[in-house]
């Protein structure tokens, strides 16, 4: 019998809310039933439980005696191209919508509380043989805790979500449902910006920027599973790297106009953006952006210093205090 694939699973998620659409974490039936794809090439590539046993020893002898289950823990991480703009609602938090007078509707996400997911996984392996009815399982309580937006010259957008699940329910059915439609296309480099102060940065070879919501799960005696989710300080960063032009960089590092003069004080260098817009108009238009403040400059590390096969290049990282994310598209609605 053929090992089964990728090809023989689906992969979705909905919004974990009330039909008020507040969030309604870790419920088992939600009343979001609107199938959303994560994007292009969607791979779930890590998916671990984990039942934190405790071993538990009694005097002479060096053998255990029990093996205690603890808390559950479930983890995920979905790694996908990039295409539509919805997973942001599990970043950020729950988009509010403003129609534009080209037939666009631009949807800004911007606000303390990430909406929970519930991530459905189907498997059909009867295509391979097995005489088993096709089956979901779908992981409640689903909080994204890092999100990482990355592109690089020759290659396309790509997004990283990890986070943590509370929960699991499996259920038997006769046939899975179609993996629900795209209805955007994968966006490229060509396609990206990255803005420092209102201006754009030139050169520049990839960008990744991370978004880290530092939230905990919440656990309460008398159950195994979380009960509640727990946003921390959200902190945002952005690493990029760039042929060198000039001193600029070095200077923003040291504070100072001379390199060789490290100023007791560094300053903040403005807002910063990362833009991804397909360059086309009304219907067509597919835009997003993220907005941050006061773009700290952390780090600056100089490469290929003497080699003349190299073009001389800096890679920096950017501390950011605040952000916000706008989708400007033809859809009426955020999914």
Do not use: C
């Not at 909905?14 to 974490?25: H, K, M, Q």
């Amino acid at each position: 019998m053929p090992a089964p694939t990728g090809a023989h699973t689906t992969l979705w998620y909905l919004w974990e809310v009330n039909g008020d659409d507040t969030p309604a974490f870790a419920t088992s039936e939600t009343e979001d039933d609107d199938r959303k794809p994560f994007g292009g090439n969607a791979v779930m590539t890590s998916f671990e439980g984990s039942n934190n046993a405790v071993d538990i020893f009694q005097p002479n002898s060096r053998e255990m005696e029990q093996l205690i289950a603890q808390h559950f823990e479930g983890s995920v991480t979905i790694d996908f191209e990039w295409t539509n703009p919805w997973w942001l609602a599990g970043v950020l938090a729950s988009p509010s919508t403003e129609s534009n007078d080209d037939g666009t509707y631009t949807h800004t996400f911007d606000g303390d509380i990430p909406v929970p997911m519930q991530i459905v996984a189907g498997y059909d392996d009867r295509a391979v043989g097995s005489g088993e009815d096709p089956m979901y399982r779908k992981l409640h309580g689903v909080v994204l805790q890092t999100a990482t937006i990355d592109t690089s010259v020759e290659d396309v957008v790509s997004v990283s979500l990890s986070g943590a699940y509370v929960d699991e329910t499996t259920e038997r059915v006769d046939s899975l449902d179609s993996q629900p439609s795209l209805n955007h296309e994968v966006k490229t480099f060509a396609e990206a910006m990255l803005e420092l102060d209102e201006e754009k940065l030139s050169l520049v070879q990839d960008v990744s920027l991370e978004i880290n919501n530092n939230t905990d799960i919440i656990r309460e005696i008398g159950t195994r599973v979380g009960v509640d989710y727990s946003p921390k300080g959200r902190v945002p960063s952005v690493d990029y790297t760039k042929i060198r032009e000039d001193n600029s960089e070095i200077q923003s590092l040291y504070g100072s106009e001379a390199a060789s003069a490290i100023k007791e004080t560094v300053e903040s260098e403005g807002p910063m953006k990362v833009e991804v817009d397909n360059g086309l108009t009304e219907e067509d238009m597919e835009q997003a952006q993220f907005d941050m403040d006061g773009a700290f400059p952390e780090s600056v590390t100089t490469e290929n210093l003497g080699n003349p096969e190299e073009d001389l290049q800096e890679s920096i990282n950017k501390r950011l205090t605040t952000i916000t994310a706008k989708a400007t598209n033809a859809v009426e609605e955020a999914r």
